[in-house]
C-alpha cells in the first residue's frame, strides 16, 4: 500500500511555471536562462544544468526556424518545466506551428528540411544525448510539442 503511495508522490510534479513569449531568436537565450533558474532548485551539477539548456535551446530554436517558417502573425513559444520530488526536470517546449508530418523521420540524425543547408539536422539528435528522455508530439498544421526529461543525480548506475 505504502509502495503505490510512495509512486504516486513520485510521479506528482511538486513545482510548475508555465510561460509564453515570441518565436524569436533574441528569446533563445532567455529559454535557457529560465529552465535554468528552474531547474537549479533541484542542485544539479554545472554539466547537468548545461546539459538541460543545450537541450533547450535546440528545442526552442526548432519552434523559431521551423514551426512558423510559412506563417504571418502571431508566433509563440510556450515553456512549461516541471520538478518530481525523484529528482526529474520535465520541460515541455510547444508551438502552434506547421508541425511534423513524420516526425520518426525528422528525429533521424542529419535530416533537415532547411533549404539553405544552415541546419545541421543534428537537433533532435542532440536533444536525445543530451537529455534522458525526448518524447515528440505533432499535427501538420497544429503545432509541436517537445517533451525533454532530464534525471539530476544520476551516477551512470
Ligand atoms: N517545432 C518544429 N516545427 C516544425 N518542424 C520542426 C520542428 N522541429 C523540428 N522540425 C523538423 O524536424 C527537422 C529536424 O530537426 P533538427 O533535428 O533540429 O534539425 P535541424 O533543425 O538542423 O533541421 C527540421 O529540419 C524540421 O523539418
Ligand atoms: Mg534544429
Not at 44 to 69: F, G, M, Q, W
Not at 92 to 116: N, S, Y
Request: hydrophobic share 40%; proline share 3%; net charge positive.
Amino acid at each position: 500500500m505504502n509502495g503505490v503511495k510512495e509512486k504516486k508522490k513520485a510521479g506528482r510534479a511538486t513545482e510548475v511555471f508555465k510561460i509564453s513569449f515570441a518565436a524569436k531568436s533574441v528569446n533563445e537565450s532567455f529559454a535557457r536562462s529560465v529552465v535554468s533558474a528552474f531547474a537549479s532548485r533541484l542542485d544539479p551539477t554545472v554539466s547537468e544544468l548545461a546539459d538541460l539548456k543545450t537541450a533547450v535551446s535546440e528545442a526552442v530554436t526548432n519552434c523559431i526556424v521551423h514551426a512558423y517558417r510559412d506563417s504571418r502573425g502571431k508566433a509563440e513559444i510556450l515553456l512549461k518545466g516541471s520538478v518530481y520530488a525523484d529528482g526529474r526536470v520535465v520541460v515541455e517546449v510547444k508551438d502552434h506551428g506547421c508541425g511534423i508530418a513524420d516526425v520518426e523521420r525528422a528525429m533521424q540524425p542529419l535530416f533537415t528540411t532547411d533549404p539553405a543547408g544552415e541546419r545541421s539536422g543534428m537537433g533532435f539528435t542532440v536533444m536525445g544525448a543530451f537529455c534522458d528522455g525526448v518524447k515528440v508530439r505533432s499535427r501538420p498544421g497544429k503545432g509541436t510539442t517537445v517533451v525533454l526529461t532530464k534525471r539530476f543525480g544520476d551516477c551512470g548506475a
